[in-house]
């Protein structure tokens, strides 16, 4: 386990001059875990969303959406998230990124109940993963170890409601529609061999 300590020196730079170091060495002996408990689990369990933070070897930062079923991203074990890796636009900029600065951070967030919950850790990724079975359309498994587990303030989170979920989310029994930008002509001849885009009829550009 991490022995990192919370806060750094710009974060108690800013802490002074705002005369909030005793609330925050406060919050982070009341809120901040190493572990996952019940709560965490049932929050990061109803999310169809994540947001991933990453970082190149050099300190580049990057910042993902990341969506599937409520319930794509599980708690393995007390210190352990587990996610997919599904089809995307091929770029990999967060999941190259763990292949050369593992440290992640992830933002979940309630729309609906106005909660959200960060998990900062390490992440690898895993091809092979016995997790992958149980998710079609995974091409592999993040597994994050969480160093650091804590909730934020919910006052500016709007309240939001869910219409309808993504077509394109891969569920067992059912093939998601193709993405039109696969289908541009300047973009299909570029796809993997196996991709089904690549024999698709091209659809008129968006305005």
Same mark, same amino acid.
């Given at each position: 386990?991490?022995?990192?300590?919370?806060?750094?020196?710009?974060?108690?730079?800013?802490?002074?001059?705002?005369?909030?170091?005793?609330?925050?060495?406060?919050?982070?002996?009341?809120?901040?875990?190493?572990?996952?408990?019940?709560g965490?689990?049932?929050?990061?369990?109803?999310?169809?969303?994540?947001? !991933? %933070?990453?970082?190149?070897? @050099? #300190?580049?930062?990057?910042?993902?959406?990341? $969506?599937?079923a409520?319930?794509?991203? =599980? &708690?393995?074990?007390?210190?352990t !998230? %587990?996610?997919?890796?599904? @089809? #995307?636009?091929?770029?990999?900029?967060s999941? $190259?990124?763990?292949?050369?600065?593992? =440290? &992640?951070?992830?933002?979940?967030?309630?729309?609906?109940?106005?909660?959200?919950?960060?998990?900062?850790?390490?992440?690898?990724?895993?091809?092979?993963?016995?997790? =992958?079975?149980?998710?079609?359309?995974?091409?592999?498994?993040?597994?994050?170890?969480?160093?650091?587990?804590?909730?934020n303030?919910?006052?500016?989170?709007?309240?939001?409601?869910?219409?309808?979920?993504?077509?394109?989310?891969?569920?067992?029994?059912?093939?998601?529609?193709?993405?039109?930008?696969?289908?541009?002509?300047?973009?299909?001849?570029?796809?993997?061999?196996?991709?089904?885009?690549?024999?698709?009829?091209?659809?008129?550009?968006?305005?």
């Amino acid at each position: 386990m991490s022995d990192r300590p919370m806060y750094h020196e710009g974060m108690r730079a800013l802490q002074d001059a705002f005369d909030s170091r005793r609330v925050a060495d406060r919050l982070e002996q009341v809120t901040l875990r190493r572990a996952f408990d019940d709560g965490h689990r049932k929050l990061i369990a109803r999310q169809s969303h994540f947001f !991933l %933070a990453t970082a190149d070897a @050099d #300190g580049w930062p990057d910042c993902s959406f990341k $969506g599937g079923a409520p319930g794509f991203v =599980r &708690v393995v074990d007390d210190r352990t !998230l %587990a996610f997919p890796g599904y @089809d #995307g636009n091929g770029m990999f900029r967060s999941l $190259g990124n763990l292949r050369v600065n593992p =440290r &992640v951070g992830m933002l979940f967030i309630d729309f609906e109940a106005q909660r959200r919950l960060r998990v900062n850790g390490t992440a690898n990724l895993h091809l092979d993963d016995p997790l =992958r079975a149980e998710y079609p359309g995974a091409q592999l498994i993040v597994r994050v170890t969480a160093e650091a587990i804590f909730p934020n303030c919910p006052r500016y989170i709007p309240r939001l409601q869910l219409l309808e979920p993504s077509p394109y989310v891969p569920r067992k029994g059912y093939e998601p529609p193709v993405p039109a930008w696969k289908q541009w002509p300047e973009i299909r001849d570029t796809l993997p061999a196996d991709d089904p885009a690549r024999g698709g009829a091209a659809p008129d550009r968006p305005e």
